[in-house]
């Protein structure tokens, strides 16, 4: 509820605090497959955020990559209605990558 009443200036404020880390500082996530109970998922989590953590887990890349921008736009308070999946880039891309063997890192930007 608070999300869908937060003001536009309220929320450009929080996009702009996102932007001003991603650009400056970036946040760089471990990622890696977990197999458990015969189930297969993959689970990223930060390691430079500066305020806590940041996770995510998906069973495809792509499932994690939409779940790893979500949980940055919470971790920022982006309110719902203003998150922009764009406005977050992974390097190396998240989407292309269908098989993840071992640990990789993966830094979110603009």
Do not use: W
Request: aromatic share 10%.
């Amino acid at each position: 509820v608070q999300s869908y009443l937060a003001s536009p200036s309220r929320a450009q404020e929080k996009i702009s605090d996102l932007l001003i880390e991603l650009r400056h500082r970036g946040v760089n996530f471990d990622i890696q497959p977990i197999d458990e109970n015969g189930q297969r998922y993959f689970y990223a989590k930060s390691v430079n955020y500066p305020r806590g953590s940041i996770s995510a887990t998906g069973q495809t890349m792509e499932e994690l990559e939409r779940e790893l921008k979500d949980a940055i736009f919470t971790a920022f308070e982006v309110p719902v209605r203003y998150c922009n999946a764009d406005l977050i880039v992974f390097n190396p891309p998240l989407a292309q990558n269908k098989v993840v063997v071992a640990h990789k890192k993966v830094y979110a930007t603009t």
